[in-house]
């Protein structure tokens, strides 16, 4: 679904992706991994049209993204952002209603189908129950949940989702993987995300992929490429891996010295 063929993008003349050539397929859960300044989240916003490439290609669907309409790709692909901002406070269907607009036209009110739509979103992620609550009220583990909602409501085949867990209790990273995952399975969506949670990354995802000064370091299943090496070589420090005795996947934990 979308393929990137030596994709380079610079900052102030500083080169943040360098030759990056990848392929994603329907239906894969997949997580970016990395140090911050790599360029995970520029790839996101290459991807959508948003940072502009100074060399390489990109095709989405089969179709140069430079040749898509901008409300045509937000039918393809939708984001959920690290932090929603919003001008002004709204509630929670409203907000979740915004995920309609690339079906609309200039003048056109929602139609009876966007709310029914909504409404099922709403009932999936559990967010019926305060649906005319104020955006400003939620705790941060609601907000995440109506950026999914919102994405939802595109329809699109393809999520993108930055800082998967920037200021979320475990708990709510727990919860937000596991709707993910659910999503990933039941309507075979391609889902990339942007995760600092490595052993959530390797207990969720079916593909991994490590950045490192803007180019791949590993790609590929996290039992496979998830090691100590590699990882050392990512963060520039020791982890130990384990097997989690549940489901077997890697897990790491940190070599910490401690005291008598």
Aim: charged share 20%; proline share 3%; net charge positive.
């Amino acid at each position: 679904m979308i393929k990137l063929n030596g994709v380079s993008v610079s900052y102030q003349d500083v080169k943040v992706l360098k030759n990056l050539s990848l392929n994603f397929s329907k239906g894969e859960f997949c997580a970016l991994l990395g140090p911050n300044g790599v360029g995970k989240s520029t790839l996101l916003h290459t991807i959508l049209g948003v940072q502009p490439m100074i060399s390489g290609s990109i095709f989405i669907a089969e179709k140069e993204l430079g040749k898509w309409q901008r409300k045509e790709l937000a039918k393809l692909i939708a984001i959920i952002p690290q932090d929603f901002q919003l001008q002004f406070d709204y509630t929670v269907k409203d907000i979740v209603l915004m995920g309609r607009f690339p079906y609309s036209t200039r003048w056109q009110n929602y139609t009876h189908d966007d709310y029914e739509k909504v409404e099922k979103i709403l009932l999936q992620l559990d967010l019926n129950s305060f649906h005319n609550k104020l955006y400003s009220k939620l705790s941060g583990g609601e907000r995440r949940r109506v950026s999914i909602a919102r994405a939802l409501a595109q329809e699109t085949d393809i999520l993108l989702m930055d800082e998967a867990f920037a200021n979320l209790d475990i708990n709510h990273q727990l919860e937000i993987m596991q709707i993910l995952s659910q999503i990933n399975k039941e309507h075979d969506k391609l889902i990339i995300l942007i995760s600092h949670n490595i052993n959530l990354a390797s207990e969720y995802c079916r593909r991994v992929i490590l950045l490192k000064q803007g180019k791949v370091l590993a790609d590929g299943a996290p039992q496979n490429i998830l090691n100590s090496q590699n990882l050392e070589k990512l963060y520039n420090t020791k982890l130990q891996i384990i097997n989690n005795p549940v489901s077997g996947k890697p897990n790491f934990i940190y070599q910490g010295q401690y005291e008598d």
